[in-house]
Each structure stands twice: as structure tokens, then as C-alpha cells.
């Protein structure tokens, strides 16, 4: 059998091998979740985001295409591309909408960044490129923005990590490990995953191979993380906050790892303290990403065993899984204001749109 390497693979990342051969079976919905539709797309799916308001669906490609699709029909509506995507051909690795603010009169901004260290900002309805920034010598692989919108911060294949101001476009300061290899107080390795804490614009939490996640706060007079989280094996995007009440006074952190064991586990957020060791119920996957699904569910997806399950967060039993998928998952997000959400999960050349029964 032939294989080839996964598009982002150059030779420094996790992601699998895999066949160009139609699989067997047909992706199946078990438990409490129903296949809606199934879209499928010209390249391999990397990464995908709903916007704010729900009904729009963001779809980043290997080709670096970026697709975005209406919900509630599947129809492609726009595609983000210029000259630069099209001579580097490189994976679209992360996407983020900017959070809009009430009399935003400029519409859907899009945050998405690219295998060859661009970073571009797409004004969606005109389907053009408003920016572009260049992180020289580095794939980018993920990115943030904060609550408010005014800042993101862009992580890779270096330890360093960027924020910008999102008006002018600048780098507002460039965080990093102090040079001593036994203070540990960044990253050693690539970073997968960044994700800025709910209602805290300074405060942001990231995470790679090098078995950490980092806690960031960009107003310590400090380069360097304030404090870290030993365990946690990420290799993509599978870091997620939640605030447990109103206030946001007390929170979790659910990471998930590429690995065979405690792949996926809840943190507290004020202590650092494993709070559970989710168990791998129908023989868990080795995870890419993860995410809350508000108070109720886990949604988590992976390789190995090439599926996304649905969590029940009192029981942390497996309520719903999509199965029998051609690749490894390397995206899961849901639409977060709706009353019965929809659930994507990009696999091969497709996103599966599903929804909880």
C-alpha cells in the first residue's frame, strides 16, 4: 500500500500517515448524535470555526483555501484566496473570527493563519485579504484572539510567541523561555495551541510537544510564562477554557493528547491540579483537538481509532461518537448561539455536520 504524509508533515509534526484509498465503511453516527449533512472539499480539512453569530462555517484547507460554507444549506458562499496562498500552496492551520462588538458595522473579520508563516485577516462578505503579516523562518500553527478583539497572539513551530494589536497590526510584545533550561518557563518545542482566558485580555494559555501548557499574562514586566501545567502532550488544537460561573472566578482546562494514555483530562485553572483522567470509553483515540461544548458535553477527536465523541461532563461517559472515518479528525467546533447547536468535525476531505439528539 502507498503511503503518503499528511500536509502539514515536514517531517516535524505528529500527524499520521495516510491512504488515498476510499474507505470501506460509511462514516456512521452512534449514541446521541445525527450525521445533518456531510460537505466535502477539493483538499484535506485542517482546521474549521463557526462565526460568532452561528450560520457561517469556516473550513481551512492543505491546498490553503479557505472555505466558508451556510450551515443550513452546505453551500459553499465564499472562498479565501489570493496570490500568496496560491504560490505556496502550504495548510491553512488555524482560524478565528474576531469577536464582534454591537455597532461593528464592518461585518465578519477572519483570523487564519498558514504552514508558511503568514498570518492574513479576510474581510469575509468582500471575500478580500485587509492584511497581511509574515513570521519569517517558522510555520505558524495557531492563534487567538482576545475577548474584547483588540489583541491575538500567533504560536508555531519556534518557542516564541506574538502578540499583536489588532488596529495597527504591530507586535505588541514577543513572549519566549528565559535562557536557563531548568527553569522551564515557555515552551522547549513546537506550540499547537493558544486559547486566551474568557474574560481576560491579558491572559492567555498555551500548549505543545513539550509535555506543558504555559500560563501567559502580558502584564507581568516578564518575557516569560508565570507558571506551567506538566502533562499534557498537544499536537494540535486541543486546549479549551471554560468559566464555571458568571463571574469567571473559578475555571477549567480540558487539554487533549496525542498519545494512547490520559489523552483526555480537566485541569483547575487557579491551581494547576489534575482534577480527571477522562476515561477512553469504546477504545478512545489519540487526540488532536478537543473543546467544551458549553456546560453539558466534551467534544474530542482524533487518530488511531479514527472518530469524534460527544462527553457528558457529570458522567464523563461517551453519549455519541461519529465513526468509521476515513482519517484521523483534526478539527471539532459547534455553533455557540444556538439552542441545539450543530457540531462539525473535519476528516479527510470532508466536515461532517452533526447534532445531539
Not at 124 to 131: E, K, M
Not at 278 to 297: A, E, F, R, T
Not at 313 to 338: I, K
Request: charged share 20%; proline share 4%.
Amino acid at each position: 500500500m502507498h503511503l503518503v504524509q499528511a500536509p502539514l508533515s515536514t517531517a516535524t509534526t505528529p500527524r499520521e500517515t495516510v491512504t488515498n484509498s476510499v474507505p470501506v465503511m460509511a462514516p456512521t453516527a452512534e449514541g446521541n448524535l445525527k450525521i445533518m449533512n456531510t460537505l466535502e472539499t477539493n483538499s484535506e480539512v485542517m482546521c474549521c470555526r463557526f462565526n460568532p453569530e452561528g450560520g457561517l462555517l469556516a473550513v481551512g484547507l492543505a491546498n490553503g483555501v479557505t472555505k466558508v460554507y451556510a450551515t443550513d444549506t452546505g453551500h459553499c458562499v465564499y472562498s479565501l484566496s489570493d496570490q500568496d496562498t496560491f504560490n505556496s500552496h502550504l495548510p491553512v492551520t488555524c482560524l478565528r473570527w474576531k469577536p464582534t462588538k454591537e455597532g461593528d458595522s464592518y461585518g465578519n473579520m477572519l483570523l487564519a493563519t498558514y504552514a508558511d508563516g503568514k498570518i492574513k485577516i479576510w474581510h469575509i462578505s468582500t471575500s478580500s485579504c485587509i492584511g497581511t503579516l509574515t513570521e519569517a523562518s517558522k510555520q505558524i500553527l495557531a492563534c487567538a484572539y482576545n475577548s474584547s478583539g483588540d489583541r491575538f497572539v500567533t504560536a508555531g513551530s519556534d518557542t516564541k510567541l506574538n502578540v499583536y494589536d489588532e488596529r495597527t497590526k504591530q507586535v505588541i510584545c514577543t513572549l519566549q523561555p528565559s535562557s536557563s533550561h531548568l527553569v522551564m518557563d515557555g515552551h522547549m518545542s513546537r506550540v499547537f495551541s493558544v486559547q486566551y482566558t474568557p474574560g481576560q485580555d491579558d491572559e492567555f494559555l498555551s500548549g505543545g510537544w513539550d509535555d506543558t501548557v504555559q500560563f501567559w499574562d502580558t502584564r507581568v514586566d516578564t518575557k516569560h510564562s508565570v507558571r506551567k501545567i506538566f502533562g499534557p502532550h498537544i499536537c494540535g488544537d486541543a486546549l479549551d477554557i471554560q468559566a464555571l460561573s458568571m463571574s469567571g472566578s473559578s475555571r477549567q482546562i480540558l487539554t487533549g493528547s496525542w498519545r494512547k494514555d490520559k489523552t483526555l483530562q480537566i485541569w483547575d485553572y487557579g491551581s494547576g491540579k489534575l482534577l480527571k483522567d477522562v476515561p477512553s470509553d469504546y477504545n478512545g483515540s489519540m487526540l488532536y483537538c478537543v473543546q467544551w461544548q458549553g456546560p453539558d458535553s466534551i467534544l474530542a477527536g482524533g487518530s488511531d481509532n479514527n472518530m469524534m465523541r460527544c462527553v457528558d461532563q457529570g458522567t464523563f461517559q461517551t453519549t455519541g461518537r461519529l465513526v468509521d472515518l476515513p482519517r484521523a479528525v483534526y478539527t471539532v467546533d459547534y455553533e455557540r448561539h444556538s439552542h441545539h447547536p450543530i457540531i462539525a468535525a473535519g476528516t479527510s476531505n470532508f466536515i461532517y455536520l452533526v447534532k445531539r439528539t
